[in-house]
């Protein structure tokens, strides 16, 4: 049984070797360095793939991309940069972060704008509340709400009264 | 009565968000616009596949308005595009080859049997012209104009009723 265990083991292990070989090891002297290989390489999109960052996609324009990002880094070239030369080959597609441009301004203008948009109702709401609590009431109110605090009044009173006989 | 028309709104948000989401169904995800159009062909220095020793650059493209092609033997449907490729030609276009990431043998071997309907073939064993390219698949297509301006970006497979449809009036607009 013991023995089986162990072959499985082997088998798991040997079946996921393909996984491991889709995304190479990169060498880095700069840990800084390594770490902008990471983010950059988590924030751009792979275009052959429909919802893939190129950091875990084994299709071959992936790999040609992390690549170019490695070779850019070595040559000290700055993330806009390497974003920049991206875009210029395949487009805005391949950024996960939209830039903030004209035709963008929407998709990143709609939440703050619906954010505000909340806020705006919430303070209409409590001042709308607040303004009808501290309204004073009207004649015809006042004297219905009397008489039915006296009618509620007299009767608490018969109460008392009865529990004191 | 106003209040009762402030209840439609959480309805209305989702018939407007509905529709968006129903829209979404039937997009293509694959069908977008190409960073490359309105921008001249990348520069490249490399050989030809036919011949090692004769280097071509981006002047190659200049002077004539060229459909310019990236294949590779690996690929099946550049063997399906073939003979669209073959018909273009014959209907007077120029095309030029990009056979990306390939070897010169497998390219020369796919020409031998599927037809050459290219001027020259630029090899590009690296990938290197397609990535300026922004190719991410073959087959794609280039159209340049004659100042070696890329004017039109096809990505994918250029089906037979393409070349009468998309292709030629491409081509034709160009030229004038």
């Not at chain 1, 072959?7 to 770490?35: C, I, K, N, T």
């Not at chain 2, 004769?54 to 690996?74: K, M, P």
């Amino acid at each position: 049984m013991a023995r089986v265990s162990v072959w499985l083991l082997v088998l798991l292990a040997a079946m996921s070797l393909p996984a491991l070989a889709a995304v190479e090891v990169r060498q880095f002297d700069d840990p800084v360095l390594e770490q902008r290989y990471r983010d950059l390489t988590a924030t751009l999109r792979c275009p052959k793939c429909q919802n893939q960052a190129i950091d875990d996609s084994n299709s071959p324009i992936a790999g040609d991309m992390r690549e170019r990002v490695y070779q850019q880094l070595q040559q000290g070239r700055s993330d806009k940069e390497i974003l920049d030369f991206m875009v210029r080959r395949f487009g805005d597609y391949v950024l996960y972060n939209p830039r903030l441009e004209g035709r963008t301004l929407l998709l990143w203008g709609l939440p703050a704008a619906l954010v505000l948009l909340g806020i705006v109702l919430v303070i209409m709401l409590v001042r709308v509340r607040r303004d009808v609590a501290a309204r004073g009431l009207s004649e015809a109110e006042r004297t219905r709400l009397d008489a039915l605090v006296h009618r509620q009044g007299a009767h608490h009173d018969t109460a008392h009264h009865e529990r004191n006989e | 009565m106003k209040r009762r028309l402030l209840l439609l709104l959480p309805l209305l948000g989702f018939l407007v968000l509905g529709g968006f989401l129903y829209r979404g169904l039937s997009m293509d995800p694959s069908d977008r616009d190409s960073a490359m159009v309105a921008r001249n062909f990348p520069e490249f220095d490399l050989a030809t596949l036919a011949d090692p020793d004769r280097r071509v650059d981006a002047s190659l493209l200049e002077g004539e308005v060229t459909l310019v092609n990236v294949w590779g033997e690996w690929c099946p449907t550049c063997k399906q595009e073939m003979p669209q490729l073959l018909e273009l030609a014959e209907r007077g276009v120029r095309l030029v080859g990009v056979d990306y990431k390939d070897t010169r043998a497998k390219g020369r071997a796919f020409l031998d049997e599927f037809g050459n309907p290219f001027e020259v073939n630029i090899f590009d064993p690296e990938g290197s012209l397609g990535f300026d390219l922004g190719v991410y698949g073959a087959p794609e297509t280039f159209l340049v104009d004659v100042d070696g301006v890329i004017r039109y970006h096809h990505t994918g497979y250029i089906a037979p009723e393409d070349v009468s449809r998309v292709i030629m009036p491409e081509v034709k607009k160009w030229r004038e």
